[in-house]
């Protein structure tokens, strides 16, 4: 089972709203917002602690447990061999974490998942040029000018949210992987690590929210992307 939710950092911009919305998150949240320098790098942290709330009581919700206004779960974090975060408590849940330009997305399922998320920027040639592999670029090529700034953003969104499901982050490298989609466009395919023969994964990528990319990647095979959008009042 997969979940995904979306939120937009505009009404944290309120100070009363900011405030609400420290208030269901939960201390370990709260102190890595207050860690942040500045006000937009806060309301993505606090936005992000709130969707991992949301997140994990719908989940649990499901099984009688806590509803999505309840008082914030007292969660505690473990990680992993390269610091990607787990819930201590919850351990048959995994999520991962996005943020860009307004939007924060976060990614909950019963396997390890990574999500990333990505803003149009207009078309980055030298970028690819520089950080994707040639196959990479070859697939730029084969699917046309047309949609390039868009195809652009959707393979930098898969690599990333690989980079994610690894936990390795950019010590990994843009280059490490190769995108292979199946069939026409970028909608769904494989993730292939370059000289290993194992850690491919499977990604979805979603074109829901105007002028972002958004793609999922795991180890499972992923049927689709529903993105719940949460609305901050």
Request: some cysteine; aromatic content about 12%.
């Amino acid at each position: 089972m997969l979940k995904v939710y979306v939120a937009d950092t505009a009404a944290l911009s309120n100070e009363s709203v900011f405030w609400e919305y420290m208030d269901k998150v939960d201390e370990t949240r709260q102190e890595k917002v207050w860690q942040c320098r500045n006000e937009e790098d806060r309301k993505r942290s606090l936005l992000a602690g709130y969707l991992i709330q949301v997140g994990m009581k719908n989940w649990m919700g499901e099984g009688g447990g806590p509803q999505a206004d309840a008082a914030p779960l007292p969660l505690a974090y473990t990680y992993g061999e390269n610091g990607k975060p787990f819930l201590r408590d919850y351990g048959e849940v995994c999520f991962s974490l996005s943020h860009s330009g307004k939007y924060v997305i976060g990614a909950f399922s019963g396997n390890e998942v990574g999500v990333d998320v990505q803003k149009h920027r207009g078309t980055r040639f030298d970028m690819a040029d520089r950080f994707f592999t040639e196959e990479d670029n070859a697939l730029l090529e084969r699917l046309g000018t047309e949609n390039a700034d868009t195809n652009f953003y959707r393979i930098w969104a898969v690599k990333e949210s690989y980079m994610k499901l690894t936990g390795e982050g950019m010590r990994q490298g843009l280059d490490a992987t190769m995108v292979e989609p199946a069939g026409v466009g970028l909608h769904c395919g494989r993730v292939v690590r370059k000289n290993k023969s194992t850690e491919n994964a499977y990604f979805v990528v979603s074109d829901e929210l105007e002028d972002y990319s958004i793609a999922v990647c795991s180890y499972q095979k992923i049927a689709d992307i529903y993105l719940k959008e949460i609305e901050i009042k």
